[in-house]
């Protein structure tokens, strides 16, 4: 029973070829799994991996080979260090397309984020991982992430991605990064449409698209066809305002409107905190492929599941999983062990048994061992 649900969820990353040519004296397949299990249980480095290993022998040895017992530390660093994230990739992406279908309208939140403690040397951190993260927002299910190495690489990442994940029917957004004529081509190709923000990175656009929303919210739309929203929200002495215009007019960008694939409206987000006397006022200009069927409420909830992605995810990563706070640096080992945080994430999300937050659903899975396999078999 054990086995058989263990085989059913990890066949796919047990197809990732082992680059060992010699000194195979633990299969690659039974490190894989410890090393998935062990991180579920909140294991944060391979010592901790390698212990958990030792601590669930006699459990472990029910369903896997082991005949040579549980790698050192310094095994599993020096395999998942040689690994070749390509094929971690590769086989996330296929175990992903079988949970998850797109399409239909669902909102597909793009977004970076750094490694913080991957670099070599405190001086010099230009070769720190960056990882291009691509969440369904109604459910928070990861269903890719890609890694680059080096700060300004990830827009290859971010094609790349885009060539790997079946976004048809989807709606996609994405920060200013995302905000480039490649990848919007590439979300029409892939039959998607895309709500991105514009920011100093793209001056021409983002400076006219600017002056001209602020011009028409200055004279309310005079004879502009558009639509608004406004969310009112507040706590502990806070009240935020956020108000939403579309407008459909995309003529009056001139030539530039022509240089950006399906361009058909423009939005400007307005969100005003006040805090006690103290108020604060800040824009958002996008761009968007959506028409007049994204009113500006339906606008405002692409935004806002955007934002929330992006927020929770983070926040996940580095309170949960201590991602920031990681040091592996050696070969791929820093990449893959991330690679292996966010395999458990879709899993812990899915599980309603327990009203824990993640951190304690881990540890949870670290005491109980049918917890553990219960939640990975979701």
């Not at 990890?10 to 195979?24: A, E, K, S």
């Not at 310094?74 to 397309?97: H, N, Q, T, Y």
């Not at 919007?184 to 039959?191: H, K, M």
Request: hydrophobic share 40%.
């Amino acid at each position: 029973m054990e086995a058989q649900a263990t085989v059913k969820i990890l066949r796919h990353m047990w197809q990732i070829p082992d680059i060992r040519r010699h000194n195979r004296l633990h299969k690659l397949s039974d490190m894989i799994t410890i090393a998935i299990f062990a991180v579920i249980a909140r294991a944060e480095g391979w010592v901790d991996v390698a212990e958990y290993g030792r601590r669930k022998l006699d459990w472990l040895k029910t369903f896997l080979d082991l005949r040579n017992g549980i790698p050192s530390h310094d095994i599993f660093g020096r395999v998942f260090a040689r690994l070749k994230p390509e094929e971690f990739e590769r086989c996330f992406m296929a175990w992903m397309s079988t949970l998850v279908e797109l399409g239909g309208g669902k909102l597909v939140a793009i977004d970076g984020k750094s490694l913080r403690q991957n670099f070599d040397h405190s001086c010099d951190k230009s070769g720190m991982a960056h990882i291009v993260n691509a969440v369904v927002a109604a459910n928070r299910f990861l269903v890719a992430f890609l890694m680059t190495k080096g700060k300004g690489q990830e827009l290859n990442a971010i094609e790349r991605l885009l060539k790997l994940v079946d976004l048809r029917g989807a709606v996609v957004t994405f920060d200013a990064l995302g905000c480039n004529k490649t990848v919007v081509e590439l979300f029409l190709e892939g039959d998607a449409d895309y709500v991105l923000q514009t920011k100093e990175n793209q001056p021409t656009l983002y400076g006219k698209a600017k002056n001209l929303m602020d011009e028409m919210i200055l004279e309310k739309f005079a004879g502009i066809e558009h639509d608004s929203h406004v969310d009112v929200n507040g706590g502990h002495g806070r009240i935020e305002t956020r108000r939403v215009w579309v407008c459909w007019n995309v003529r009056d960008l001139g030539p530039i409107a022509q240089q950006w694939p399906g361009l058909k409206s423009r939005v400007v987000v307005e969100s005003i905190r006040q805090v006690g006397a103290h108020k604060s006022v800040e824009r958002h200009y996008d761009i968007s492929s959506l028409g007049r069927r994204a009113r500006a409420k339906r606008m405002a909830e692409y935004l806002r599941g955007h934002w929330a992605v992006e927020n929770n995810l983070h926040g996940q990563l580095d309170i949960s999983c201590n991602e920031d706070r990681r040091r592996i640096r050696k070969g791929h080992g820093a990449e893959n062990f991330s690679r292996l945080c966010r395999i458990p994430l879709n899993h812990l999300k899915n599980q309603t048994t327990l009203e824990f937050g993640i951190a304690g659903q881990r540890e949870c899975c670290g005491w109980d061992d049918q917890y553990l396999l219960k939640v990975i078999g979701q």
